[in-house]
């Protein structure tokens, strides 16, 4: 003869059961929580960089353009020296947020308001009969980069991040 099951019986979990689930979920959420200011800081140090290596590119853009003007005449877009006299200090411009150009932020005694990124262009003299070098940093923010007001250089070491690029341009 076959017993019944009894008919009150009914599936569920138990009191420890559930909290044991709560405890494991507890735990991870915890784990994950911890690592969302790393990963929000990671994000915004990637958007940083991907902005100054833009930076960066503009102006090499813009010296490649420069190489191509008349003597004595400089570029249009960051008035930087078109070509490649000594220089014995690099070319200091100021970028905003957006890593637009600050308008008549070359080599400013002061930076300027708004400035978020500070990028020193330095040539390297002197330049090949085909071949002009110089070496961009692009450094942020542009207010922890004080500008030293004997030489005029701008102090990147307080920088909280930098991009730096080496370009030969061709003549």
């Not at 405890?23 to 991907?50: D, I, R």
């Not at 190489?67 to 005449?73: E, K, S, Y």
């Not at 932020?105 to 400035?115: E, K, L, M, Q, Y």
């Given at each position: 003869?076959?017993?019944?099951?009894?008919?009150?019986?009914?599936?569920?979990?138990?009191?420890?059961?559930?909290?044991?689930?709560?405890?494991?979920?507890?735990?991870a959420l915890v784990a994950v929580f911890g690592?969302?200011?790393?990963?929000?800081?990671?994000?915004?140090?990637?958007?940083?960089?991907?902005?100054?290596?833009?930076?960066?590119?503009?102006?090499?853009?813009?010296?490649?353009?420069?190489?191509?003007?008349?003597?004595?005449?400089?570029?249009?877009?960051?008035?930087?020296?078109?070509?490649w006299a000594a220089m014995l200090t690099p070319?200091?411009?100021?970028?905003?947020?957006?890593?637009?150009?600050?308008?008549?932020?070359?080599n400013p005694p002061t930076v300027p308001a708004?400035?978020?990124?500070?990028?020193?262009?330095?040539?390297?003299?002197?330049?090949?009969?085909?071949?002009?070098?110089?070496?961009?940093?692009?450094?942020?923010?542009?207010?922890?980069?004080?500008?030293?007001?004997?030489?005029?250089?701008?102090?990147?070491?307080?920088?909280?991040?930098?991009?730096?690029?080496?370009?030969?341009?061709?003549?």
């Amino acid at each position: 003869m076959k017993m019944k099951p009894p008919l009150n019986r009914v599936a569920a979990f138990s009191l420890v059961e559930v909290t044991l689930a709560l405890g494991v979920a507890a735990f991870a959420l915890v784990a994950v929580f911890g690592m969302l200011p790393v990963g929000l800081k990671t994000q915004q140090t990637s958007v940083q960089q991907t902005k100054a290596n833009a930076i960066a590119s503009q102006i090499v853009a813009d010296l490649t353009a420069a190489l191509r003007l008349p003597p004595g005449q400089y570029s249009k877009q960051f008035n930087l020296h078109g070509h490649w006299a000594a220089m014995l200090t690099p070319d200091l411009l100021y970028f905003d947020n957006d890593g637009s150009y600050i308008t008549g932020s070359t080599n400013p005694p002061t930076v300027p308001a708004g400035a978020v990124f500070v990028a020193a262009v330095t040539y390297l003299d002197p330049p090949t009969e085909t071949t002009s070098l110089a070496d961009i940093t692009v450094a942020w923010p542009a207010a922890a980069s004080p500008i030293d007001p004997i030489t005029g250089q701008a102090d990147l070491s307080k920088a909280a991040g930098s991009v730096e690029t080496f370009s030969a341009i061709n003549r």
